[in-house]
C-alpha cells in the first residue's frame, strides 16, 4: 500500500518475463480508498472470469510443452505431466488449443462437425480451464455481471490472486 498500487496476480514458474515466480495480469494505481474500490471493482470486472465464455481465446499456458501424442496430447510442466488420451478428439483438440489463434466456440464448433459430442468437448475444455492449464493472459472478460457476483467477497479463481503491493 505503500506505493498505492493494486496487482492482479497469478503464480507461475519463475522465468526470464516473470522472475518473481507470479505473471502480472493487471496493475493500477490508486490515490484514495473510494478510488482503491472503483479499481479494485474495475479490475475484477474486466479481468477475472471463472467460466469459460464463446469468445475466449484458447491457448496453453507458456510455461507448459505441449506435444501430440498417438492418441491425444500432453502438457509438461517442470514437475508435472498432464496426458489427455482416449477420445478419438483429443490429439485435434490438443492441436487447436496449441495453436493459440482459435476462440471457445471455434474450436467447439470444429471439433462437432466430426464426430465428437458438443458435451464431450465442452467438459474437456471446462477440465483444461479449472486445472488451470489454459493461458489466463488469453482471459479477456466480455461484459458481464461480475460486479454483482462479486460485490461482497471479490473472490477469484484458485490460481488468480488480488494482491495490493507493498514496496518497502
Known amino acids: ?14 522465468s526470464e518475463q516473470w522472475p518473481y515466480g507470479y505473471r502480472v495480469f493487471a496493475e493500477e494505481k490508486f490515490q484514495d ?9 474495475h479490475i475484477i ?3 477475472i472470469t ?28 517442470p514437475n508435472k505431466r498432464h496426458h489427455l488420451r482416449g477420445k478419438t478428439f483429443h490429439k485435434q483438440l490438443g492441436e487447436l488449443i496449441a495453436q493459440g489463434d482459435k476462440t471457445y466456440r471455434e474450436i467447439v464448433d ?3 462437425d466430426t ?3 458438443v458435451f464431450d468437448v465442452s467438459r474437456i475444455i471446462t477440465k483444461l480451464f479449472d486445472r488451470g492449464l489454459l493461458d489466463e493472459s488469453q482471459i479477456g472478460h466480455p461484459t458481464s455481471n461480475f460486479r454483482e457476483r462479486f460485490k461482497s467477497s471479490y473472490a477469484a479463481s484458485p490460481l488468480i490472486s488480488l494482491i495490493s503491493r507493498t514496496n518497502l
Open 1 to 14: 500500500m505503500v506505493d498505492r498500487t493494486i496487482q492482479l496476480i497469478s503464480p507461475c514458474y519463475a
Open 33 to 41: 480508498a473510494s478510488d482503491y474500490r472503483a479499481i479494485l471493482e
Open 45 to 47: 470486472e474486466t479481468q
Open 50 to 77: 471463472e467460466h469459460l465464455f464463446p469468445e475466449m481465446v484458447l491457448a496453453f499456458r507458456d510455461d507448459l510443452q505441449y506435444s501430440s501424442t498417438s492418441e491425444g496430447f500432453m502438457l509438461l510442466s
Open 110 to 112: 470444429i471439433l462437432t
Open 115 to 117: 464426430e465428437a459430442s
